[in-house]
């Protein structure tokens, strides 16, 4: 894939597109170890064998317009506890889809000398597909 800026990826919460977006955070999933409980190990050295994978939470900084309909669907989504499909493009085509939960649609700090923000964050359920 070639390298590429920001501009231009975009965000759908089940099928309907996020705008407002100021940064997108997406971390990579995690492989967990689990520890093996040995009383007698040869080599002295604690053994582990690979878990599950985990997701850290997407995190997504929107431009808050209390009447954007995307912005209202993701604080309806967290407030009803409703999974959603979620589908981050970027601008050179590279996808991700996974499922998900809103678990927090936060206010920034509100000044009059800035933009009212609001930190969303969406707990990771499935694995990513990237195409």
Not at 15 to 37: K, Q, R, Y
Not at 45 to 66: C, E, M, R, S
Not at 82 to 92: D, P, Q, S
Request: with cysteine; aromatic share 6%; glycine share 6%.
């Amino acid at each position: 894939m070639p390298e590429t800026t920001g501009i231009g990826a975009t965000f759908k919460w089940d099928s309907t597109p996020v705008t407002g977006i100021a940064t997108i955070n997406f971390p990579d999933d995690e492989l967990e170890m689990i520890d093996v409980e040995e009383i007698n190990p040869t080599d002295d050295y604690k053994k582990q064998i690979p878990g599950l994978f985990a997701g850290d939470d997407v995190t997504i900084t929107l431009n808050w317009d209390p009447s954007n309909n995307s912005h209202l669907a993701l604080r309806t989504a967290k407030n009803n506890k409703t999974k959603g499909t979620c589908v981050l493009t970027l601008k050179n085509g590279g996808t991700a889809t996974f499922s998900g939960y809103v678990t927090k649609v936060s206010l920034s700090e509100i000044a009059a000398d800035d933009v009212l923000q609001a930190e969303v964050s969406i707990a990771v359920v499935s694995k990513p597909q990237w195409s």
